[in-house]
């Protein structure tokens, strides 16, 4: 008998190491002496669990060892994101030393409290600042052709940011290119206040946002035969 | 067929699929029940533990059960005992009372065993010499190892190893004889 085979009684009673155990384990695939012993052994060894006594099982403990193993996973479900997100924190420490970890730490918290500020500041305008109507500016026809042609402006306020609202209904239709130019009167010149075409029933809505401290004498709205005119090319239709 | 069937079900275990577990419950709890009642000499509140453990231990293992490696209730009994080993040997390190149990195996082959050891594998071991049975008492009932019991019995282990050697032989001669009978 060889060395190894001396093994066998360790290999049935599951005392070997586990390197051990797996060497043997080849070792009885080669070895047809211990292969055989192997067979008549461990059926005798696989034997011994069945000398118990038959006990009745309690009714209970069918709930109990189920609640036991799932309960248990749903535990260790957690732990596994806990020992996830140490792991993670684990793998900063690793990466940084402290004063950098420190220093990337405050970048951090300003770069998220400068972008929260921010989105507040954008937040506001909308939500918390009522719109004020400053002035109201009826809107008349100018062209014989289309007299019932009317409208009217406002300036509004919202914070210190301030806006041109012109609204105007009965425009003659425009056909294609062409738009409606809003133009600002200033000291005789003319200055570009937007475009816009009109709806289906002749009703036309623009919305300009008037630089700090521009102001203006008149409003005119001329028809343009595109959306480029750098200065009135068409006919006036309304204004103030 | 039986074993396809459960090497089928030990494969939605794995899937964790909780039906699975349970008819796997319901199939071996009165073998793994009886077997683990024994190990622990009657005590139902250790039974108990060791019965949850050896459930979480088929959830969550990641050992497949082989068809082609023997019968699945050999490897459910494996598991099952050596989780018992386990747990006996954390509690002895708990209490160091080794004296007591000793004495408590003293004689293998008490008046209840008698009475109870009615079926062939009980016969045949009670067939072997008392050194035999002691042996396979301690070492596989009581989860010492070979090596502890030839400390504890003061023999050399290659003494130890040859008389299990011996009880192993001895046994399959015996069954076979009652197969026959």
Redo the contacts between chains.
């Keep these: 008998m060889r060395r190894v085979c ?1 093994q066998l ?2 290999y ?4 070997l190491k586990e390197s051990e155990h797996m060497a043997f384990a080849e070792h009885l695939k080669n070895c047809t002496e211990c292969k055989k012993e192997y067979q ?2 461990s ?13 009745e ?2 009714e209970s ?2 709930g ?3 609640g ?3 309960e ?2 749903r535990q ?1 479900d957690t732990e596994t994101f806990m020992a996830k997100m140490s792991k993670l924190a684990m793998m900063f420490k690793s990466q940084f030393t402290p004063v950098s970890t420190s220093i990337v730490t405050v970048l951090l918290l300003a770069f998220i409290g400068l972008g929260m500020a921010n989105v507040q500041e954008k937040n506001r305008h909308p939500e918390n600042i009522p719109i004020e109507i400053l002035t109201e500016i009826p809107l008349k026809a100018a062209n014989q052709s289309h007299p019932r042609t009317n409208g009217i402006a406002y300036i509004v306020q919202q914070g210190s940011e301030k806006n041109l609202v012109v609204q105007v209904h009965e425009l003659p239709g425009v056909e294609g290119s062409q738009v409606y130019q809003v133009w600002l009167l200033k000291n005789s010149k003319r200055e570009n206040g937007g475009i816009f075409k009109p709806d289906e029933n002749g009703s036309g809505i623009l919305t300009y946002q008037l630089a700090e401290g521009q102001t203006f004498d008149q409003i005119g709205i001329t028809v343009e035969p595109d959306a480029n005119s750098r200065q009135p090319r068409g006919k006036k239709i309304a204004g103030s | 067929m039986k074993e396809n069937y459960d090497a089928e079900l030990m494969r939605l275990v794995n899937e964790k699929n909780g039906h699975a577990l349970e008819e796997l419950y319901d199939r071996y709890i009165k073998l793994v029940y009886g077997f683990v009642m024994k190990f622990c000499n009657g005590n139902e509140d250790k039974t108990k533990e060791i019965i949850q453990l050896v459930f979480l231990r088929l959830w969550t293992t990641n050992s497949h059960y082989d068809p082609a490696q023997g019968s699945f209730v050999n490897w459910l009994l494996t598991i099952t005992r050596n989780i018992c080993i386990d747990y006996l040997r954390k509690e002895k390190r708990h209490t160091q009372h080794h004296q007591e149990e000793h004495e408590e195996i003293a004689d293998p082959a008490n008046a209840v065993e008698q009475r109870v050891n009615t079926n062939d594998i009980a016969m045949a071991k009670n067939k072997l010499p008392t050194a035999q049975r002691r042996l396979i008492e301690l070492l596989y009932w009581k989860g010492y190892s070979l090596s502890e019991i030839a400390k504890l019995e003061q023999e050399p282990l290659g003494t130890v190893k040859s008389r299990l050697h011996q009880a192993l032989k001895g046994l399959r001669k015996h069954l076979e004889l009652e197969d026959i009978k």
């Excluded at chain 1, 049935?12 to 005392?15: L, P």
């Design positions: 001396e009684i360790s049935i009673a599951n005392e008549e052994l059926q005798a060894w696989h034997a011994l669990p069945f000398d118990y006594t038959e006990t099982v309690p403990l069918k109990e060892v189920l036991f193993v799932f248990h996973n260790s």
